[in-house]
């Protein structure tokens, strides 16, 4: 599976049905990690810019590195307005960007798709003394609801589970070896959104393992999601409870 093409049609989708960051993640990233008006910040993996938009207006400089094209054409419109953007063809084990150039590293729901090791090391090269690596990523609640989802998703899409996405913002452990001496601070950030069935399906089909409308599951994906809805919406919207999981330190 090749994460630098895997989005290139889901772009639309993302952009209109992805959910934000709760305003509480950023409030920490300025007054506990010290995110400020003077820091210059690669966000790496920055897909079409949810994130990068969000830290734009609160620091010095913002390069929003990704690898393809159709996802970086979109970030550039969504942060367009901002003078202090910029958008870089790069990768997190690559991203073309000086060394010890930047304060902070953002890696926001994309960490998974990358080779730890070699994004590790290049995040080492960009970064000035003592700067920082910022993972988060936003993730639904366990409950009956998703239990179902999961369930969608492993009968007709059983190999999805074999990509980068599976579990990732959920095992702590996981990033020991990725931060230095093993340390880093982990949050837990809990927020929810209220969703339409069109929000629903379109959030859906923003996924990585999402078929096109070409395929021949994509029927019987839609079937499955429309019925999901039905049984667990109150007056045609669900209540979803997301947690934004979060995970800062030095490389």
């Known amino acids: ?87 870089v063809d790069g990768s997190a084990e690559e991203t073309s960007l000086p060394g010890h150039s930047v304060d902070f590293v953002t890696v926001a729901q994309a960490f998974h798709w990358f080779d730890a090791e070699k ?58 070896t990725f931060f230095r001496e093993g340390k880093y601070d982990a949050k837990i950030f809990k927020t929810g959104n209220t969703v339409s069935l069109e929000q629903f399906i379109g959030a859906s089909l923003s996924t990585s393992y999402a078929p096109s409308e070409k395929d021949e599951k994509f029927p019987a994906f839609i079937d499955g999601l429309t019925a999901l809805f039905a049984k667990y919406s109150q007056d045609g919207q669900i209540r979803f409870r997301n947690h934004a999981y979060s995970y800062v330190g030095e490389v």
């Open 1 to 87: 599976m090749d994460s630098k093409k895997i989005f290139s049609d889901k772009v639309n989708y993302y952009v209109k049905y992805r959910p934000q960051y709760p305003n509480e993640f950023i409030e920490y990233l300025i007054n506990g990690v010290g995110v400020s008006p003077a820091s210059i910040v690669a966000d790496v993996g920055a897909g079409t810019g949810i994130f990068t938009k969000l830290l734009a207006g609160k620091v010095k400089t913002i390069y929003a590195v990704e690898p393809n094209p159709d996802m970086r054409a979109a970030c550039v419109e969504y942060c367009r307005g901002y003078k202090n953007f910029v958008a």
């Open 119 to 176: 994004a590790k090391n290049e995040f080492q090269r960009i970064l000035k003394p003592h700067g920082k690596v910022i993972l988060v990523w936003n993730r639904d609640e366990e409950n009956d609801f998703a239990q179902e989802y999961g369930a969608l998703r492993r009968k007709l899409f059983p190999d999805s589970w074999q990509d980068g996405s599976n579990g990732n913002g959920k095992n702590p452990a996981a990033y020991r």
